[in-house]
């Protein structure tokens, strides 16, 4: 008998081996699985984590501006950070995404695929279109989530909304259509890999505007021109905002690959750190020789400040050209913050104009420096520099002028500004009924 159950499995096993390669060759013919099928898999995961990553980003633009602000008005921010989102992914797929993507008309805007109807087979994707449209989602979230920092502690939450509607429907994905919808920019030759000038000066340029027509918070600036500081709550949570975001900013610059089997995300992810640390670094530096103590909320902007400058040319310059345009960033949101606040007098409580406009503008036009492939710096001439700056000042006109058509409607339509009352006593009660800190007895930080 056991002679019997010896021969029985030496016969069996070879078979059922032998039926198990064939069944593993007939799933694998079925399902046509090829190295391109593999690509193409690997390409759409790359792309769906880094989108989700820049995803979270919102959690930390959330963080930084409750932090930064006061907390009567902590509710406001995190409310009005995630309707942006929400309002911004509806709007965005059902019209933006065709403005942005569609098929080109005079280099200036998409005219198909609106509710996703078209196939948009002229980009050439190697995913799935539903994964592209994600991915270009969360961008258009991050620029207009910037304008809530700017505008924070005094504007009507049904003004933000509104905005946040208008910069994903028209706004944001004109500039994105000509840079990388196929539109004149591009044509041109611009190179603005993640966004630093198509998303975040959008968010900021937009914020410059939104803060100059909405004015000061109350106490701000004194009646001879003084500037009062209104100190923010919690450096420790603009500190947990930072660090999100910088983590985040791994999908954010990486993720623009749309490829995880493209060799360079790896060297995208060391200059989008270098440019962060070197930002931190420099502005840390600077404000310790210029205040004689090392400034906590300005070395958080630094890094931020890098990180936005080096989003232009983070797949296009070194290791080296990418710690010197996060460095030179850091020390320049430092003097932007200070001009912005004491010459132009526009009431920033949390630096985004300085960081994203005017660093995602900067590190735009370093690219045409920087560029191993085109840079004044390696031999390529002044053309990469002339069209940077085209791109640089072609967006900052559209987006300031759009921008001021839209918040003057606001503003004599259903206002753009909280009243007096409700500016002292904190949005969070007067737009929300409830507030962040319910156990806390609140200690009154308006200036007189």
């Not at 070194?318 to 009431?347: H, Y």
Request: aromatic share 12%.
């Amino acid at each position: 008998m056991n002679r019997l159950i010896k021969n029985y499995k030496a016969f069996l096993i070879p078979v059922g081996t032998i039926a198990t390669l064939l069944l593993v060759t007939s799933i694998a013919k079925a399902d046509q699985v090829t190295p391109d099928k593999v690509a193409i898999a690997v390409d759409n995961v790359w792309v769906l984590v880094t989108a989700f990553l820049v995803f979270f980003m919102q959690a930390g633009f959330a963080m930084v501006e409750a932090g930064f602000t006061r907390a009567k008005n902590a509710s406001n921010i995190v409310m009005k950070n995630l309707m942006d989102f929400a309002i911004g992914s509806v709007i965005f797929w059902l019209f933006g995404f065709a403005f942005m993507f569609g098929k080109d008309a005079g280099g200036f805007i998409g005219t198909s695929g609106f509710f996703l109807s078209d196939s948009f087979k002229h980009l050439g994707l190697s995913i799935p279109l539903t994964s592209f449209l994600i991915f270009q989602t969360v961008f258009a979230a991050t620029a207009a989530t910037i304008v809530a920092g700017a505008m924070a502690e005094r504007t009507k939450f049904i003004a933000y909304c509104i905005y946040s509607a208008v910069i994903s429907f028209i706004i944001y994905p004109v500039v994105g259509h000509w840079a990388w919808g196929g539109g004149w920019l591009s044509k041109l030759g611009f190179i603005d890999f993640a966004g630093s000038t198509v998303v975040h000066s959008v968010g900021g340029w937009s914020a410059l505007i939104g803060a100059a027509l909405l004015g000061p918070r109350i106490g701000k600036y004194t009646k001879d021109g003084k500037v009062n500081a209104i100190p923010g709550h919690s450096i420790t949570l603009a500190a947990l905002g930072t660090f999100i975001l910088w983590f985040g900013w791994f999908g954010f610059n990486p993720g623009s690959t749309l490829s995880g089997m493209n060799e360079k995300i790896g060297d995208i992810a060391v200059n989008t750190n270098l440019a962060a640390a070197m930002g931190a670094n420099l502005a840390m530096i600077y404000t310790w020789l210029k205040y004689k103590k090392p400034d906590v909320s300005m070395t958080l902007n630094g890094a931020l400040a890098g990180l936005v400058a080096i989003t232009a040319g983070c797949a296009s310059v070194n290791p080296w050209g990418a710690a010197i345009i996060g460095g030179l960033a850091g020390i320049l949101v430092v003097v932007a913050v200070e001009f912005i606040d004491k010459k132009l007098k526009i009431d920033d409580p949390v630096g985004a104009i300085s960081v994203h406009g005017v660093c995602g503008a900067f590190g735009t036009l370093m690219v045409g420096l920087f560029a191993l492939d085109g840079g004044l710096f390696y031999g390529g001439g002044i053309k990469q520099f002339l069209v940077q700056l085209a791109g640089v000042a072609s967006t900052f006109v559209w987006t300031t002028v759009t921008a001021f058509i839209l918040f003057a409607i606001i503003k004599i339509t259903v206002g753009l500004r909280v009243s007096e009352e409700e500016e002292i006593e904190g949005l969070d009660v007067a737009e929300h009924g409830a507030t962040a800190y319910s156990d806390f007895v609140m200690k009154s930080q308006t200036v007189k």
